[in-house]
T-cell receptor, first 112, second 112 residues
Framework: SQTIHQWPATLVQPVGSPLSLECTVEGTSNPNLYWYRQAAGRGLQLLFYSVGIGQISSEVPQNLSASRPQDRQFILSSKKLLLSDSGFYLC???????????FGPGTRLTVT | QQPVQSPQAVILREGEDAVINCSSSKALYSVHWYRQKHGEAPVFLMILLKGGEQKGHDKISASFNEKKQQSSLYLTASQLSYSGTYFCGTAERGNRDDKIIFGKGTRLHILP
């Protein structure tokens, strides 16, 4: 069966510090991968998605970037965090030939 | 275009029924429903594809009216475990590059 992992689970970082969040999927090949952000009490905002290695589509221009160095690995990065980057970051995957998405456990980021 | 969910919030007693609506101003290929409990990641409930289908499992079902660009989620004889925020997501194209746009969510609270 398929499993999605995210780490770390929680993170507290000062403003201006770098960020790296990692997501890996097991038990599938060539998945679509997604990064979402959810502000407290709010909906899901799509940040990036990828249909293959090295292929990244950005939905929101900001100080975040994403990379997909391996088929089942998706990384979210920032060179300098802003206070507004705080939130619940969710990675999701979908099978290449289907449409439903499955979410990882998330990373709760607090920028201080 | 973000789909519109209604109501924004609902409080029910255990055993009562609930309907959550999702509407879009765009022609849709699919509608997705998720439930998120506080502090956790969203969990996939079901997907409805273009063609006007109806789906369900256990006491949770949904319909998709393609012509009206609307979907409804039905929770019958609600249980305490149904509490959470329900998100609908819509996709327009149905190809691999397509993405889900989520509504703002409907908070459902079930009282014993």
């Amino acid at each position: 069966s398929q499993t999605i992992h995210q780490w770390p689970a929680t993170l507290v970082q000062p403003v201006g510090s770098p960020l790296s969040l990692e997501c890996t999927v097991e038990g599938t090949s060539n998945p679509n991968l997604y990064w979402y952000r959810q502000a407290a009490g709010r909906g899901l905002q799509l940040l990036f998605y990828s249909v293959g290695i090295g292929q990244i589509s950005s939905e929101v221009p900001q100080n975040l970037s994403a990379s997909r160095p391996q088929d089942r690995q998706f990384i979210l990065s920032s060179k300098k965090l802003l206070l507004s980057d705080s939130g619940f970051y969710l990675c999701a995957w979908s099978p290449p030939d289907r449409y439903e998405q499955y979410f990882g456990p998330g990373t709760r980021l607090t920028v201080t | 275009q973000q789909p519109v969910q209604s109501p924004q919030a609902v409080i029910l007693r255990e055993g009562e029924d609930a309907v959550i609506n999702c509407s879009s101003s765009k022609a849709l290929y699919s509608v997705h429903w998720y439930r998120q409990k506080h502090g956790e990641a969203p969990v996939f409930l079901m997907i409805l594809l273009k063609g006007g289908e109806q789906k369900g499992h256990d006491k949770i079902s949904a319909s998709f009216n393609e012509k009206k660009q609307q979907s409804s989620l039905y929770l019958t004889a609600s249980q305490l475990s149904y509490s959470g925020t329900y998100f609908c997501g819509t996709a327009e194209r149905g190809n691999r590059d397509d993405k889900i746009i989520f509504g703002k969510g409907t908070r459902l609270h079930i009282l014993p």
